[in-house]
């Protein structure tokens, strides 16, 4: 569906588009088709992170004062609408819309001095230490300690499904500061340096056979009181605000839109004067047909929640949640749809991540690289970022009043 969008954003829509013409190469293409996670990885976050901080384009939604482009919402949606369209790699969340604003609104002014450049330049990689072994929806119940030792806290306990521990060099985390009081008054917001003595990163290779997740132990580790971002046994308001930026306006439709015209032309292609599976199967085409219907929808409601933000409106919890759940089901429908067309080819996984073994010779066409990964890594869109059923019941407290 395309917006109506004023002579100023046409202008700038055509802007990024020349630029990701330019500077999104075909090698950069090549990696980010590889990629099955939810993220860019490593070295391709890296390599794309850098291009978009010498444009001055890496974070979108901060401030000018602090190295923000300045764009209204409506750009802000155009630039992410385009990334998708062109297939750009996803940078992570965990620094530039979460961390970042939280610093913006909590840090001391030398928190915000040290890392928000360092933010912007990509030295500083960031993850997210929230949830705990016990501790996920029912996240007030975490048990990390932190006890005060002079200038320093000392931190024990694990945290775990840490995206990216593996790539960061800083961690975000929340921990017990006391055990009085309510559960969510004890908790406090720090920030450690992944190196620091005490830390180890233990990877936990999903069902698709990604390493995108870690589980991270803390023996003794000595944390600056510097680091600590608001009061001590405040950090529940600080986590809670960044839990606001992490469900922020996103872009899915469009990328959604793509992985269904993959699905459709995996099924339109033909094998050795073969029926292709497009014209033999009405009942796939009709779901396809469904499915891009309400993509379509999803399309509408995102362009409506930009032009919302750009009026100055804030979205609401409601519609909050309802974004959630339409676009974790729809990623989980398209990339059943696309597993689906591939037929025996979704066997294969080129990148060896199902136990083919890295040195396997490839199975099967190009266009089997990655969706039986993203399939299964699609598992997880209704449980991260607030599950399914946690979802349901803020409807059901926000909506219906029970
Ligand atoms: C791929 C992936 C990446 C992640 N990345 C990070 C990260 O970078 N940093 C981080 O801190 N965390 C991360 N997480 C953790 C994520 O936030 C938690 O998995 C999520 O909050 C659910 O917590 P849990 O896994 O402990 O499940 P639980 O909370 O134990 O839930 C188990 C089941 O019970 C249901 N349930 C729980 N409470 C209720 C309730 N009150 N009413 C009804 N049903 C309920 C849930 O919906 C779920 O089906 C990630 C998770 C995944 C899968």
Redesign the pocket.
């Known amino acids: 569906m395309e917006p109506t969008l004023s002579p100023t954003d046409l202008a700038f829509r055509d802007e990024v588009r020349a630029f990701l013409a330019a500077k999104l190469t075909p090698e950069l293409r090549a990696a980010n088709a590889r990629q099955a996670?939810?993220f860019a990885e490593g070295e391709l976050n890296r390599a794309w992170h850098a291009i978009l901080y010498a444009q001055g384009w890496i974070a979108p939604s901060w401030p000018v004062e602090h190295g923000g482009p300045g764009w209204t919402p409506m750009q802000r949606h155009i630039f992410a609408d385009e990334c998708a369209k062109a297939d750009a790699p996803v940078i992570p969340a965990?620094g530039l819309q979460m961390c970042g604003p939280v610093l913006m609104a909590y840090g001391t002014p030398e928190q915000k001095a040290f890392f928000l450049p360092r933010m912007l330049s990509g030295e500083h990689y960031w993850?997210?230490?929230?949830?705990?072994?016990?501790?996920?929806?029912?996240?007030a119940s975490l048990k990390t300690r932190a006890v005060r030792d002079g200038d320093h806290y000392v931190v024990d306990g694990t945290?775990?499904?840490?995206?990216?521990?593996h790539f960061a060099n800083w961690m975000f985390l929340?921990v017990r500061t006391t055990a009085e009081g309510k559960p969510q008054a004890g908790i406090s917001f720090l920030l450690t340096p992944m190196d620091a003595p005490g830390i180890t990163v233990q990877p936990i290779v999903?069902i698709s056979g990604e390493h995108?997740?870690n589980q991270v132990f803390f023996d003794g580790l000595r944390i600056p009181v510097g680091n600590l971002v608001g009061e001590e046994n405040q950090g529940w308001t600080v986590a809670k605000a960044l839990l606001e930026f992490e469900r922020g306006g996103g872009v899915m439709a469009s990328r959604l839109f793509k992985m269904l015209g993959q699905a459709r032309r995996i099924a339109e292609t033909e094998e050795a004067g073969e029926t292709s599976f497009w014209a033999s199967s009405p009942d796939f085409r009709r779901r396809l047909l469904q499915l891009e219907t309400e993509v379509s929808g999803l399309d509408y409601a995102e362009r409506q929640v930009a032009a919302q933000l750009s009026a100055g409106r804030d979205i609401g919890d409601a519609t909050a949640s309802v974004l959630k759940l339409t676009v974790s089901q729809l990623l989980q429908r398209a990339t059943e749809l696309t597993l689906e067309a591939l037929g025996d080819y979704g066997r294969a996984d080129q990148r060896g991540a199902l136990g083919y073994g890295a040195n396997t010779p490839p199975i099967g066409p190009d266009y089997a690289i990655t969706p039986t990964a993203k399939y299964l890594?699609s598992r997880?869109?209704?449980?991260?970022?607030?599950?399914?059923?946690?979802q349901?019941?803020i409807l059901a407290r926000v909506v219906l009043g029970i």
Request: charged content about 10%; overall charge negative.
């Open positions: 996670g939810v965990m993850c997210q230490g929230y949830s705990e072994p016990q501790s996920g929806s029912d996240l945290k775990i499904w840490t995206t990216h521990a929340l999903s995108e997740v890594n997880a869109a209704t449980i991260y970022g607030g599950s399914y059923e946690v349901h019941n």
